[in-house]
């Protein structure tokens, strides 16, 4: 018999999965690249994708998870048969990769809740925040010194194991995370103007969307989903057996996207409030909204909070990670949890340091052009999660089709589901997948 961890409670895994989903993919990321491609029909787009293609992927993955209640390496042997286990592998190594940039962020997240709180960043001026800004991130020691303070709080919450750490910590931190949102919510669209730029959001604009659209749309709903690398599936692993998946997928994908919504809200209707530009790209959390911030009444505290805002959701997604490497040395080589977390985040610091100094000292190190930063989120969203993603939808809709049919008709009696849940793992998924992969390359 091996040891297995459970979740509490149902909305402790409901939070926990969130947790995994909602971090600098949603709130970081979605607002920019939202931007870039036009706003509303990029929206519609990311939502479509995200309510069936990520819909059902995820309750794939899920699934995948709690009915061979492995890790993912475990998961594709048992549920696809010893040829599939590769892209366990695979998803174990994405998770590592992931998080060694992922965590150089979440410093960033650190550094400003920081800078905000002493009041550093709380200048109108964007021209000399983006030069505090490059800076900072090119400088060799300080983001490293975050970066380091960042992986250890995730590494403490690993160690703390399933039910006492990222149970615990997702149910605080998701609920603060909620509230905070609210906040900061009400205080941007009260803003004068607001308005206009929550209407240049949702604005139709359809001459701006072009193939490229789509992939835009569809890698970031992967990678705020967190599906494709077997997140989803560790956590599904833990699933008590008589939770309904069905209905947590859809409370954990309703959370994502409607927190995405909410933060391109939040961001889109306080830059047209001040006059900014919203084509800024990926300085539009940190060089924008600070410049923001400084023109705001009680700017300095609602920076403060949207940067712990920010740093929570980037702490509970890299939990997740951190726990898809963990949870495979722990169920193949029957490691104990404290060495193995200690001797990873060890490992990926190490990375880390090196996607760090890209920014700085190493920028010159480029391979096929990209910097290791670059190197690293390209390889992982652009081609190993929609690997992951097609490995899961072929798995499920063939290999392991009619495990899975037992269990949902068992379950939820959605026939329809059924029926729909079978031709996207077999068809439309794998398609759209595979030409999404050859444009990118
Ligand atoms: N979904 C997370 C985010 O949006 C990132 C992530 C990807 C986390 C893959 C876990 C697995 O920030």
Redesign the pocket.
């Known amino acids: 018999m091996k040891h297995r961890a459970q979740w509490a409670s149902r909305l402790g895994f409901i939070l926990a999965a969130a947790g995994?989903?909602?971090?600098?993919?949603?709130?970081?990321?979605?607002p920019y690249v939202a931007a870039k491609n036009g706003g509303g029909v990029f929206l519609l787009l990311y939502i479509a994708l995200s309510l069936t293609l990520g819909f059902v992927l995820m309750i794939a993955e899920i699934l995948m998870g709690t009915l061979s209640r492995s890790s993912p390496v475990g998961a594709y042997r048992e549920m696809g048969g010893r040829g599939w286990t590769w892209a366990g592998y695979m998803g174990v190594i994405?998770?590592f990769l992931?998080?060694s940039f992922?965590s150089v962020v979440g410093g960033w997240t650190i550094a400003y809740f920081v800078k905000t709180i002493d009041g550093h960043i709380i200048i109108p001026n964007s021209t000399q925040l983006e030069l505090i800004f490059t800076t900072f991130v090119s400088s060799p020691v300080a983001p490293i010194v975050y970066h380091a303070i960042f992986i250890a709080f995730t590494a403490l919450v690993v160690i703390a194991g399933v039910q006492k750490g990222i149970e615990q910590v997702s149910k605080y931190l998701m609920s603060s995370l909620l509230l905070l949102m609210f906040i900061l919510i009400g205080r941007c669209i009260t803003l004068d103007g607001a308005f206009d730029g929550v209407a240049t959001f949702l604005q139709l604009d359809f001459e701006k969307v072009t193939m490229s659209s789509l992939l835009d749309a569809m890698g970031l709903a992967?990678?705020?989903?967190?599906?494709?690398?077997?997140?989803?599936m560790t956590y599904g692993s833990y699933v008590p057996r008589e939770t309904s998946i069905v209905r947590s997928a859809i409370s954990v994908i309703s959370l994502?996207v409607g927190i995405s919504l909410l933060a391109g809200i939040m961001v889109f209707s306080a830059i047209f409030a001040f006059g900014f530009n919203p084509g800024q790209g990926p300085g539009l959390t940190f060089v924008t909204m600070p410049a923001i911030f400084s023109q705001m009444q009680g700017g300095q505290f609602f920076g403060v909070l949207f940067f712990l805002l920010l740093f929570f959701?980037?702490l509970t997604?890299?939990v997740?990670?951190l726990e898809?490497v963990v949870y495979f040395f722990m169920d193949e080589y029957h490691l104990p949890r404290p060495l193995i977390t200690i001797i990873m985040t060890i490992l990926m610091f190490i990375l880390g340091c090196a996607a760090s100094l890209s920014f700085g000292p190493w920028k010159s190190y480029t391979f096929f052009g990209k910097t290791i930063f670059d190197c690293l989120d390209y390889v992982?969203?652009n081609i190993m999660?929609p690997v992951g993603c097609l490995a899961t939808s072929l798995v499920v809709g063939y290999a392991a089709f009619n495990r899975i049919k037992i269990y949902l008709v068992g379950i939820n009696r959605f026939s329809i589901l059924m029926v729909c849940f079978k031709w996207v793992c077999r068809i439309i998924a794998p398609v759209m997948i595979v030409v999404v992969l050859i444009q990118n390359l």
Do not use: D, E, H, Q
């Not at 995994?20 to 979605?30: C, E, H, R, T």
């Open positions: 995994s989903a909602v971090g600098l993919g949603s709130i970081w990321k979605f994405c998770g992931i998080l992922y992967f990678f705020s989903l967190s599906i494709g690398m077997g997140a989803m994502t959701a980037a997604s890299a997740s990670l898809v992982t969203s999660m």
